[in-house]
Nanobody, 121 residues
Framework: QVHLMESGGGSVQAGGALNVSCAIS????????VAWFRQASAKERVWVAV???????FYAESVKGRFTVSQDNTKNTLYLQMNNLKPEDTAMYYC???????????????WGQGTQVTVSS
């Protein structure tokens, strides 16, 4: 019954910006943790960012200072604002959720289908 759906990906020139969204449903009024991951072609999926249930944001070193995670609780939507994009940011971006935050991506039991972000030089 829990569903996540990403949107907002696309193609952008290096130095540009994109704002991807993750629409969340099925958790009701329960607390939950939603994180952003990405997977480049022929590479494994890695963690990018998260906003914990207490509101604190955390970012991978590769995106710190460029990406910002935020939420709109009225829309049950999590956002990832990506600024100063680099070609190495090219990947499929996924949001994933579980009741409690975890450092292991295998613990996230709900996943969206992903949205593609392509950054050209």
């Amino acid at each position: 019954q829990v569903h996540l759906m990403e949107s907002g990906g696309g193609s952008v020139q290096a130095g540009g910006a994109l704002n991807v969204s993750c629409a969340i449903s099925g958790f009701g009024n329960s607390y939950y943790c939603v994180a952003w991951f990405r997977q480049a072609s022929a590479k494994e999926r890695v963690w990018v960012a998260v906003k914990s249930t207490d509101g604190r944001p955390f970012y991978a070193e590769s995106v710190k200072g460029r990406f910002t995670v935020s939420q709109d609780n009225t829309k049950n939507t999590l956002y990832l604002q990506m600024n100063n994009l680099k070609p190495e940011d090219t990947a499929m971006y996924y949001c994933a959720a579980r009741r409690v935050c975890s450092s292991r991506q295998s613990d996230f039991n709900y996943w969206g289908q992903g949205t593609q972000v392509t950054v050209s030089s």
